[in-house]
């Protein structure tokens, strides 16, 4: 499976950004698909992830300003960030099935 990130960059407190990942190379629709993070010195860790039939869980530093969605036709997964916060600075990685990974896409905010 190939997953590619886009979306990220910088941006000030507050803001939002939205990031999407376009999978290729294998059946997407009955996989599930997540957002993970890695901040400078840090572990990597869950930020949300979303199930074949739409079902969603957040890690709590991101519930209610965050939101994952799928679209299994055109084989993507995208991250809604709002309300971003510094410590949300990160390079964010698309994961399927809990096995492949993408690239990364570098999430900055700063004022």
């Known amino acids: 499976v190939r997953l590619v990130e886009s979306g990220g960059g910088l941006v000030h407190p507050g803001g939002s950004l939205r990031l999407s990942c376009a999978a290729s190379g294998t059946v997407f629709s009955i996989y599930p698909m997540a957002w993970y993070r890695q901040a400078p010195g840090k572990q990597r860790e869950l930020v949300a992830s979303?199930?074949?039939?739409?079902?969603?869980n957040y890690a709590d530093f991101v519930k209610g300003r965050f939101t994952i969605s799928r679209d299994n036709a055109k084989r993507t997964v995208d991250l809604q960030m709002n309300s971003l916060k510094p410590e949300d600075t990160a390079v964010y990685y698309c994961?399927?099935?809990?096995?492949?990974w993408g690239q990364g896409t570098q999430v900055t905010v700063s004022s």
């Open positions: 979303i199930t074949s039939s739409g079902s969603t």
């Open positions: 994961n399927f099935n809990f096995e492949s």
